[in-house]
Structure formats: structure tokens, C-alpha cells
């Protein structure tokens, strides 16, 4: 089975910077996209960032500047550079893995239990 671990979360004052990481592990043939979401209370869950297998990046607008996602495709990994992190970005991050299965192309996502990031004004 396919498993998600975040880490890199925590609590930083407005202004600061934090890079989250995402390992995945498990039998992964194909990965089509890897991405970052966000919820912050009383809110629904949004996309942060995502990079694809053809290493296209999309950023949603609040964060673009401010935020940059990579992958390290050796280790299976992609991370979430934040920097001038403000209160607003306070939210539970999960990781999300897109992968292709099989040659009839099998689509999966699988997502982490989340890390939290709080921001103090």
C-alpha cells in the first residue's frame, strides 16, 4: 500500500518561513502529480500547490511569491517551501499523491494525515 508522512509543521511568527516534506512509500508505478492542500478551521479543504509529472506548477493565487512546492522524484518526495507566512496560511497541510496504475491507466489518490501550521501575528 501506497502511505503519505508529513512533516515540517509548527508555530512561527508572521513574516517567517517553513518547508514542508512529504515522503511517499509503498509500490508506486506511475506518479502523474503531487500536491499540497490546506484547511483551516470552519473552512473546506484547498488546493495549495501541486507540480505534475511534467514538472508544471500551479500555485493558488494567495500563496504565488510566497510559496514554492518541489520533488525529489529519487526519494520520492515533495516539498513546500513557505516564506512571509502570514496569519492567513494558519491551516492543517496534507499531502496528496496522484498515481497511475496499470496500462489501462488506473487513476489513485492518496493523501496524508496532515501537519499543522499556525501562524502568530
Known amino acids: 500500500q501506497v502511505q503519505l508522512v508529513e512533516s515540517g509543521g509548527g508555530l512561527v511568527q508572521a513574516g517567517g518561513s517553513l518547508r514542508l516534506s512529504c515522503v511517499a512509500s509503498?509500490?508506486?508505478?506511475?506518479?502523474?502529480?503531487m500536491g499540497w492542500y490546506r484547511q483551516a478551521p470552519g473552512k473546506q479543504r484547498e488546493l495549495v500547490a501541486s507540480?505534475?509529472?511534467?514538472?508544471?506548477?500551479n500555485y493558488v493565487d494567495s500563496v504565488k511569491g510566497r510559496f514554492t512546492i518541489s520533488r525529489d522524484n529519487a526519494k520520492n518526495t515533495v516539498y513546500l517551501q513557505m516564506n512571509s507566512l502570514k496569519p492567513q496560511d494558519t491551516a492543517v497541510y496534507y499531502c496528496?499523491?496522484?498515481?497511475?496504475?496499470?496500462?489501462?491507466?488506473?487513476?489513485?489518490?492518496?493523501w496524508g494525515k496532515g501537519t499543522l501550521v499556525t501562524v502568530s501575528s
Open positions: 496528496n499523491l496522484v498515481v497511475v496504475y496499470g496500462p489501462f491507466g488506473n487513476v489513485m489518490n492518496y
Open positions: 509503498g509500490s508506486i508505478p506511475n506518479i502523474n502529480a
Open positions: 507540480i505534475s509529472s511534467g514538472d508544471v506548477k
